[in-house]
Each structure stands twice: as C-alpha cells, then as structure tokens.
C-alpha cells in the first residue's frame, strides 16, 4: 500500500511528534509513504475565505503533483483533509472552472485530470486495513485507558464533500480506533464540534472558552486523554489548556494525543519515537496507565 505522502505544514513545525509518530505507525503497517516535497499548504480554509480560486489552484496543483506520482494522497490533518476535499468536490462538479484553473497550472507543466483520491491516515486505517486487522497488530492493549475522541471540524463538515453517503462509517471511525487499540470509548458533545482553534488570534477568549468546555466536559465523563487526528486542534486544546484552565479557574490537565501516538503506544512503539515528550500537557500517566516504562 503505497501514497503520495501530504504530512500538511503543522506536522513539520507546531507539531513534529506528529510527522515522526505517523511515519513510524505507517510503517508498522506496511504503508509506504513518499512525501510530497515541494507541495504547498491547502490554505487550511482561511485563504478561501479571501480567495477560493487562489486556494483551488493551490490544491489542484497538489492533486496534478499526485497523479504525476500514480499515487493516492495520505493526509495526516483533518484541516487539510476537509479542504482537499471542498477544492476536490469544486474542480470535479464543474469542468469549465476546472479548466480555468489548469490553465494557471500550466505554467508548470501540471494538469489536474480528477483522478486522484485523499484519504486521511484515519480513513485508511478503518477503511483500507479495517479495525479488526488494527486490533490484531496490537502488541500493548491499551486496556483500562478511558479516551475521548475529537475529530476537528474539517473531518466532519460538509458530509457531501467528505464521501459521508459512499462511507458512512467515517462518521464513527475514530471511535472504532481506539476500540481497536483496547482503550475504552468515552463519548462526549463535543467531539464534533470547533475547537476554538480559528478565532484564537481575534477573540482569545471565546477559543479559551471553547478549549476549556471540551476538555472538561470530556474529564467529568472520566477520560483519562483525548485523541485527535488533527494538529489544529492538537495545538488549542493542549498548547492553550494552562491559558484555557487559568481563564476558567479550574484545574484540567488532560493529556491530548495525536492519533498515531495513540495508535503507536498500542503497537508498541517507544514513547520518544512517538515524541510523547513532547506534548504540553503531560502524557506521564497515559503511559502509566498502559504500563510504558519512562527512561
């Protein structure tokens, strides 16, 4: 099984336990990844608002990049995932403006034809391996390990872009996963929902808001974590926790994981290639709880 690898632009600097974690994940399960060097950002939905065309040729010129390649693209970022996806839905709707926009791609001898497919590593491992082969790879059952899920708003919204009708699992994919590592499922209202993630720079308060109602709303229900399969959201809900905390007045302290730390804890992998170190928020007890010994 073989993609064009698209690790997104927070993997490679917010978050780098992100990129060495999925990368050592894909290789446990025979996924061969060749990154997409020289692709740019998607925009992450942000550049669209001011320029669609713009952002759609951005992306386009990433999807002629992966068929160049004969490849699929993996995505690691729910963010990147929801805009590949609307870009993906514009250009195949309409031929004319997929048109308009190959004329700016040729000026890099690029022609985006509609042929390739972008999958998350989330979608690829419920959908292309299944949970139940998921399940058979794990070495470290994450027995006893309470986790929420919180997939980010791009992995969710809008249905029609995502293949929500051709794949309605996708809807319960990442509880699936966690099942499948042995943890426990703690669900919650606001595992689909904004992580406060977008308006963090113009209104602080409100996103602290926001990082602080999921954080907790998920504690009371007795998640010991949470895992995300989006860096966007990684960055608000463990990067802002002390600020969201100390707005609210109350003590949280729950550890977020990225999607393949969880996935690689249950495989086996050693926490510091998983980069659990590295996290804001201490993932100490996680390990504890699954029996890592720290070193």
Same mark, same amino acid.
């Given at each position: 099984?073989? *993609?064009? *690898?698209?690790?997104?632009?927070?993997?490679?600097?917010?978050?780098?336990?992100?990129?060495?974690?999925?990368?050592?994940?894909?290789?446990?399960? /025979?996924?061969?990844?060749?990154? @997409?060097? /020289?692709?740019?950002?998607?925009?992450? /939905?942000?550049?669209?608002?001011?320029?669609?065309?713009?952002?759609?040729?951005?992306?386009?010129?990433?999807?002629?990049?992966?068929?160049?390649?004969?490849?699929?693209?993996?995505? =690691?970022?729910?963010?990147?995932?929801?805009? *590949?996806?609307?870009?993906?839905?514009?250009?195949?709707?309409?031929?004319?403006?997929?048109?308009?926009?190959?004329?700016?791609?040729?000026?890099?001898?690029?022609?985006?034809?509609?042929?390739?497919? !972008?999958?998350?590593?989330?979608? +690829?491992?419920?959908?292309?391996?299944?949970?139940?082969? !998921?399940?058979?790879?794990? +070495?470290?059952?994450?027995? %006893?390990?309470? !986790?929420?899920? *919180?997939?980010?708003?791009?992995?969710?919204?809008?249905?029609?872009?995502? /293949?929500?009708?051709?794949?309605?699992?996708?809807?319960?994919?990442?509880?699936?996963?966690?099942?499948?590592?042995?943890?426990?499922?703690?669900?919650?209202?606001?595992?689909?929902?904004?992580?406060?993630?977008?308006?963090?720079?113009?209104?602080?308060?409100?996103?602290?808001? @926001?990082?602080?109602?999921?954080?907790?709303?998920?504690?009371?229900? %007795?998640?010991?974590? @949470? !895992?995300?399969?989006?860096?966007?959201?990684?960055?608000?809900?463990?990067?802002?926790?002390?600020?969201?905390?100390?707005?609210?007045?109350?003590? =949280?302290?729950?550890?977020?994981?990225?999607?393949?730390?969880?996935?690689?804890?249950?495989?086996?992998?050693?926490?510091?290639?998983?980069? @659990?170190?590295?996290?804001?928020?201490?993932?100490?007890?996680?390990?504890?709880?699954?029996?890592?010994?720290?070193?």
């Amino acid at each position: 099984m073989k *993609f064009a *690898f698209y690790p997104g632009c927070v993997s490679k600097g917010g978050c780098p336990e992100l990129f060495a974690s999925a990368v050592a994940v894909a290789e446990k399960f /025979g996924i061969e990844l060749d990154e @997409m060097k /020289g692709a740019s950002c998607t925009g992450a /939905g942000i550049l669209q608002e001011k320029n669609r065309f713009l952002g759609d040729c951005l992306n386009a010129r990433t999807f002629a990049m992966a068929e160049n390649m004969g490849l699929p693209i993996l995505t =690691i970022c729910s963010t990147c995932q929801g805009v *590949f996806s609307q870009a993906h839905q514009r250009l195949d709707r309409d031929p004319s403006y997929r048109a308009q926009v190959n004329e700016v791609l040729k000026e890099e001898g690029l022609e985006y034809k509609g042929t390739v497919e !972008v999958k998350h590593m989330l979608w +690829v491992l419920a959908e292309d391996i299944g949970a139940t082969e !998921v399940k058979k790879r794990v +070495v470290r059952p994450l027995t %006893g390990l309470r !986790v929420a899920p *919180f997939y980010g708003c791009y992995l969710v919204r809008p249905s029609s872009a995502l /293949g929500f009708d051709m794949h309605p699992a996708r809807q319960t994919s990442l509880e699936s996963i966690i099942e499948a590592c042995g943890a426990e499922v703690v669900d919650f209202p606001g595992k689909t929902r904004c992580c406060g993630f977008p308006i963090t720079t113009i209104n602080e308060k409100n996103s602290m808001g @926001m990082v602080a109602k999921h954080t907790l709303d998920a504690k009371d229900r %007795g998640a010991d974590a @949470m !895992v995300t399969p989006c860096p966007l959201c990684h960055l608000n809900l463990d990067g802002y926790q002390p600020k969201a905390a100390a707005q609210v007045n109350e003590n =949280i302290d729950l550890p977020i994981l990225h999607l393949p730390q969880m996935l690689g804890l249950a495989l086996g992998l050693d926490s510091n290639i998983l980069g @659990m170190g590295r996290n804001i928020m201490t993932t100490y007890n996680v390990l504890m709880k699954v029996g890592v010994k720290i070193h």
